[in-house]
């Protein structure tokens, strides 16, 4: 069993900057694929962004894409995702989510695991 726990949520104003963190259980952490997404109101979970366990690339929506990076600390157990330049349109709850493959996804139906959820609220 893989518990998630993400943090760093909040309110902030357009132009700024959070650092969302997910916490990971498991002994295996560096083999699990990492992928942050977010669910808007009364929208679809939306891909954000992935990391593989081990070397690989790291992906993003082409929404995110130069505002966005994710990252990871194995030996903390942790992902991370900076967000810059932030706009009201990235307004949701970030989920981070563990699949236990060296495959990266954009799917969230083919992730294994999910934490709660984070709010993220940008006003402008």
């Known amino acids: 069993q893989v518990q998630l726990v993400e943090s760093g949520g909040g309110l902030v104003q357009a132009g700024g900057s959070l650092r969302l963190s997910c916490a990971a259980s498991?002994?295996?952490?560096?083999?699990?694929?990492m992928g942050w997404f977010r669910q808007a109101p009364g929208k679809e979970r939306e891909f954000v962004s992935v990391?593989?366990?081990?070397?690989?690339?790291?992906y993003y929506a082409d929404s995110v894409k130069g505002r966005f990076t994710i990252s990871r600390d194995n030996a903390k157990n942790t992902v991370y995702l900076q967000m810059n330049s932030l706009k009201p349109e990235d307004t949701a709850i970030y989920y981070c989510?563990?699949?236990?493959?060296?495959?990266?996804?954009?799917?969230?139906?083919?992730?294994?695991?999910w934490g709660q959820g984070t709010q993220v609220t940008v006003s402008s």
């Open positions: 498991g002994r295996i952490f560096s083999n699990y694929v």
């Open positions: 989510a563990a699949r236990l493959t060296v495959v990266a996804s954009f799917k969230p139906d083919l992730y294994d695991y």
């Open positions: 990391i593989p366990g081990i070397g690989g690339s790291t």
